[in-house]
């Protein structure tokens, strides 16, 4: 087992917070790609590859390391892509998409480790209640939406429209941990339940 902190590959609390919960010890290192999506490319691949990018190009800064972990998640329906709104009309645009309808909330986690990249998607089903525009327009408000893939948060004021879930509730946020926990336990990485020399 490889002991010391990993590298998180994002600015996300709420990554942090997660892996906190897991007892992963870990120092951030944002990384910046280019996250335009290829003409073609599927929800599933295209966070697969993203997740694998960031981890990569993290672990090539600093190869000492036991290892980097990089997540992406994106908001999925009809085949089109619910990244991060780019402004308030596009932030209600994607709400009113996903108003009364169920949608797929896709994250892929990747861990680059000395043996190479692995990588796990996690997928899961979110139905919202209809929503009207005065409460697309009193959310907006609040802050939560602007940097979150689909324009909400399921651990924030989101939770107050959204009916039904289907999956991982920690995929939904951002890090699914049971696919986290299984990556690092093949790269050798500890975590909370995993604290054993070998």
């Known amino acids: 087992m490889t002991h010391g902190p990993i590298l998180l590959a994002s600015r996300s609390p709420r990554r942090r917070e997660l892996l906190d919960q897991i007892g992963v010890p870990h120092v951030t290192r944002p990384a910046d790609i280019d996250e335009t999506e290829r003409p073609g490319e599927s929800p599933e691949d295209y966070v697969m590859r993203l997740a694998q990018d960031k981890a990569a190009r993290v672990y090539g ?6 290892g980097a972990l990089a997540a992406d998640t994106t908001v999925a329906l009809d085949g089109t892509i619910y990244g991060k709104p780019a402004d308030r009309a596009d932030g209600a645009r994607m709400l009113r998409a996903l108003s009364g309808r169920t949608h797929r909330v896709l994250t892929a986690v990747a861990v680059a480790h000395p043996k190479g990249v692995d990588c796990a998607l996690s997928a899961s089903e979110v139905t ?7 409460l697309i327009g009193r959310y907006w408000e609040t802050g939560e939406p602007a940097d979150k893939a689909g324009g909400y948060a399921v651990q924030g004021y989101a939770a107050v429209f959204i009916r039904a879930i289907r999956g991982s509730y920690s995929g939904i946020m951002g890090l699914p941990l049971f696919e ?17 020399d070998r």
């Open 180 to 196: 986290t926990a299984q990556l690092l336990d093949r790269a050798g990485i500890v975590h909370a339940l995993r604290r054993v």
């Open 128 to 134: 919202f209640a209809e929503l009207d525009e005065g």
């Open 61 to 66: 800064l600093e190869p000492t390391a036991p």
